[in-house]
């Protein structure tokens, strides 16, 4: 098992933050088929303020390009992308386009 985590911000505003929460709290049944289907175990968002942190435990089948190419293929995921950009803001530093940026572990117990 592998584990990824990623960081992204959200448009500070309390009433999106408040709508983008609720939609997490009924997530459509077809963007959690799509993470099963991709390897992923687990997966975990947390929030604090406008910063979002999520953390996916992954299968030894999982690849994360794969994810990106079967997400770019699935018309449902790309509308929940969609609805969840009006939402999201990208972290500085970060590549145009770019929204969940992988974070690098730098401790451990």
């Known amino acids: 098992m592998k584990r990824y985590c990623f960081a992204l911000d959200l448009i500070n505003d309390t009433t999106s933050i408040k ?6 709290k009924e997530v459509w049944p077809e ?4 993470l099963r289907d991709s390897g992923i175990i687990d997966a975990e968002i947390y929030n604090v ?7 996916m435990d992954t299968n030894k089948s999982f690849v994360l390009e794969h994810k990106g190419k ?6 449902v995921v790309q509308k ?3 609805l969840m950009s009006t939402y999201q803001k ?9 929204k969940w940026v992988l974070m690098e ?3 451990k117990l």
């Open 49 to 55: 303020a406008d910063r979002l942190f999520l953390m």
């Open 31 to 34: 963007i959690l088929d799509s």
């Open 80 to 82: 929940w992308e969609e």
């Open 70 to 75: 079967m997400d770019a293929q699935n018309p």
């Open 19 to 24: 709508e983008y929460i609720a939609y997490h």
């Open 90 to 98: 990208s972290l500085p530093n970060t590549k145009p386009g770019e």
């Open 105 to 107: 572990r730098i401790f």
